[in-house]
């Protein structure tokens, strides 16, 4: 859990990567994450809000034990694709015009964005879920 820190970048020792279950780090200057954050097969939480993030890693949907992602407050333009574990995504306030596909996102509950664009593009996909949020619009 490092939040305000000031931190312009984060590396993951190798010997923690099998036992980080959250990585909390809000409030700080990244504009990426840890290289090696898709080797922490344990993650069931990211929590990068209010940071500088600009794009999130390709292969994120290998995280399979990922439940949450929390990402707002940066300067995100699309999302890869994610892990059919995800429950809960939170992208508020960024930059964000594309989602990834989310039919197959079966565990999917919660989306918050405040994107128009992104309100016309999964207006079929509201149905299914628990919670869903566009607010700003």
Known sequence: NINGGRMNTL?????????????I???NHLSYLPENITRCTE?????CIHNHLDEL???LNELTKLVSLYVYGNELVNLPNLPLSIEGVYCAWNKIELL???QSLVNLKF???NTLSLLLYIEYFISSLV???ASGL
């Open 11 to 23: 590396i993951i020792p190798e010997e923690f990567e099998r036992q980080i279950t959250h990585f």
């Open 100 to 102: 990834p596909e989310l």
């Open 131 to 133: 919670f869903f949020s």
């Open 111 to 113: 989306l918050y964005f």
């Open 57 to 59: 890693p390709e292969n």
């Open 25 to 27: 780090c809000n409030y």
């Open 43 to 47: 993650l069931v939480e990211i929590q």
